[in-house]
């Protein structure tokens, strides 16, 4: 079993930045791969970004390439997202993600499926 809480959401204007904490509890945090997904109003939860169990590989989204970065401390069992230079069209709730860590570890899947454990979300909101 894994509990994931994130942290770090709020209100800021456009152009500033936010940093999201995700921090893990149960066993084998670095065998599994990390993710972060958003879901604004009306639409379906989609992938942002994420992180092999090494912090080795990532891959981001396209709209977020160059001012998101995701990060990883597996002695602190946690993930965390910089995110710079944000859009009122980053507005979401923030949700981390964990995967079974059964698959090859240089792997970073980005479908919703592939992720078993999921934290409660924390609001970003970006104002114009």
């Known amino acids: 079993q894994v509990q994931l809480v994130e942290s770090g959401g709020g209100l800021v204007q456009a152009g500033g930045s936010l940093r999201l904490s995700c921090v893990a509890s149960g066993r084998t945090f670095s065998s599994r791969a990390m993710g972060w997904f958003r879901q604004a109003p009306g639409k379906e939860r989609e992938f942002v970004v994420a992180i092999s169990g090494s912090g080795s590989s990532t891959y981001y989204e396209d709209s977020v390439k160059g001012r998101f970065t995701i990060s990883r401390d597996n002695a602190k069992k946690s993930v965390y997202l910089q995110m710079n230079s944000l859009k009122p069209e980053d507005t979401a709730v923030y949700y981390c993600?964990?995967?079974?860590?059964?698959?090859?570890?240089?792997?970073?899947?980005?479908?919703?499926?592939?992720?078993?454990?999921w934290g409660q979300g924390t609001q970003v909101t970006v104002s114009s």
């Open positions: 993600a964990a995967t079974l860590g059964l698959g090859d570890p240089r792997r970073v899947p980005f479908l919703r499926d592939e992720y078993a454990y």
